[in-house]
């Protein structure tokens, strides 16, 4: 992966703007609710700058990176899943993927997003319109992926995925996804909340929660102001007596590389490299699309590709 250095070159540098960068997980009200908090912030300004985003564009694709970094809060080992979105409006879809380990990579389908008149607000329904939202689960443990799909109902991330928790797993669950930007347009705190009920939970105290999540600040603002995310939980949620877990970072993060594109062109058929090492382009520029680095290829690199795939084939 090719990442923009928008934070500074050195570690030290990426470091320190990355610190807040991390998902909480924790329990609250007598162990029948699980949740997670995460600080997203250094994340979809680097998702923002590799895949050179537009405001409308940052606000769709950040709010799928975020709910798949929460939504992936409860996976262990090599886990992993991807969230899809199929949709007949402008946006046409989006896939993000992200892992135990709080990676997250992701891309949208139609870059930039057509806009016929200037933005009143930020209702994204009708950029999305008609189509389905699916999870797909790759478990360890599992022979075969898990994979759950509903129709969208609202056109907007967070409630689309609550509704999809509550008619695919059966799973009550609450879904907050926000993003702040500054007056130039530049994202200044990024951030979302997953609440999930366990199936024991009292009626009383669902009731409670759902009116406390309702009066929640929002997220995107609380991390721009540099506040501290295990604060928002302990304040918000203090009569449930919420108790923290464990947390992790969470990153953009690509595992592609100039040998995996080489594998790609690799896997064409004979008389199609043939013909670009005949013909060009020259150089060949291969973009991964889950994070926009780009891989250029000489006309010498691609000869000598040709030259050992021969070798191989002997």
């Given at each position: ?216 600040p929002s997220i995107g ?87 050992n795939r021969a070798g191989?084939?002997?």
């Amino acid at each position: 992966m090719k990442k923009k250095e928008i934070f500074g070159k050195t570690l030290k540098d990426q470091y320190i703007a990355g610190a807040n960068d991390r998902l909480y997980n924790f329990i609250m009200c007598s162990d029948t609710v699980r949740g997670a908090v995460v600080n997203a912030t250094k994340m979809i300004n680097e998702m923002r700058s590799n895949h050179e985003l537009g405001i409308l564009e940052t606000l769709v694709l950040g709010h799928a990176y975020i709910a798949g970094a929460l939504i992936a809060s409860g996976l262990k080992g090599n886990d992993r899943i991807c969230l899809q979105i199929e949709c007949s409006g402008p946006i046409k879809g989006l896939t993000v993927e992200t892992n135990a380990f709080g990676e997250v990579r992701g891309y949208l389908k139609n870059i930039p997003i057509p806009v016929d008149k200037p933005l009143k607000d930020f209702n994204l329904s009708p950029f999305f319109g008609a189509g389905f939202i699916s999870l797909i689960k790759y478990l360890e443990d599992s022979k075969q992926p898990f994979k759950g799909q509903v129709e969208l109902q609202y056109g907007t991330i967070a409630k689309d995925l609550t509704y999809y928790f509550s008619k695919s797993e059966q799973i009550q669950t609450s879904v907050n996804l926000s993003i702040k930007f500054d007056s130039e347009g530049n994202v200044a705190g990024a951030g979302g909340l997953l609440l999930q009920v366990m199936p024991v939970a009292d009626d009383e105290a669902i009731r409670s929660l759902e009116e406390i999540v309702l009066e929640l600040p929002s997220i995107g603002e609380y991390f721009a102001e540099k506040k501290e995310a295990e604060n928002l939980i302990f304040k918000s949620f203090e009569t449930f007596s919420p108790k923290f877990l464990a947390n992790h970072r969470v990153e953009f993060m690509c595992h592609c590389g100039k040998e995996r594109m080489e594998n790609y062109l690799l896997l064409l058929p004979s008389a199609d490299l043939d013909d670009i090492c005949s013909n060009g382009p020259f150089p060949l520029e291969l973009r991964c699309h889950h994070c926009n680095s780009k891989y250029i290829f000489s006309e010498i690199d691609l000869r000598k590709l040709k030259k050992n795939r021969a070798g191989v084939a002997k």
